[in-house]
């Protein structure tokens, strides 16, 4: 990321870059991002083989499930921040309700429920064609830039 130091993202869509272009870790899953506002966001996660954690149903690993929530969180809460503040995971909850398989894409839709003045909370809801598979909650801690 050339010049990743002095480069502030300004708008939503910025941030959605970052996380589609600049983050390998989202890279090297396959994150894309559907729709971004202020306060929520949509990601997409195309399913493949080697994520299934349990091969005997075969049933996707937890952790990428969870991934996807706290990236989709992060996102929703960081999107409602002035330009030159960011956020960090400081809590992060999932509830795995159904497994989630080799089929449709999962999608992740993240809502902001509250931006305090030190923290957000965020709630995520992750679906794979109809089923909601989990649901999660979220707290990210408001980074600030120090002024100059």
């Known amino acids: 990321m050339k010049g990743h130091h002095d480069w502030t993202p ?3 869509e910025d941030l959605m870059r970052v996380m589609e ?3 390998p870790f989202n890279r090297a899953l396959g994150m894309r991002g559907e ?3 202020s306060g ?7 399913v493949r083989e ?5 091969p005997r ?4 690993h937890g952790g990428v499930i969870s991934t996807l929530i706290d990236t989709a969180g992060g996102l929703a809460a960081w999107s409602a921040l002035p330009a030159g503040e960011s956020v960090s995971t400081v809590d992060l909850r999932v509830d795995y309700l159904e497994p989630a398989g080799l089929g449709a894409d999962l999608r992740a839709a993240a809502e902001l429920v509250r931006k305090g003045n030190r ?19 979220a707290v990210y801690n408001i980074h600030r830039r120090i002024s100059e």
């Open 21 to 23: 272009e600049h983050v």
């Open 50 to 54: 080697d994520f299934v954690g349990d």
């Open 10 to 12: 300004r708008t939503p």
């Open 57 to 60: 149903r075969p049933a996707l």
């Open 119 to 137: 923290v957000c909370h965020v709630r995520v809801a992750v679906t794979q064609g109809e089923v909601l598979v989990a649901e999660g909650r």
């Open 40 to 46: 929520a966001c949509v990601l997409v996660l195309p």
């Open 35 to 37: 729709s971004i506002t």
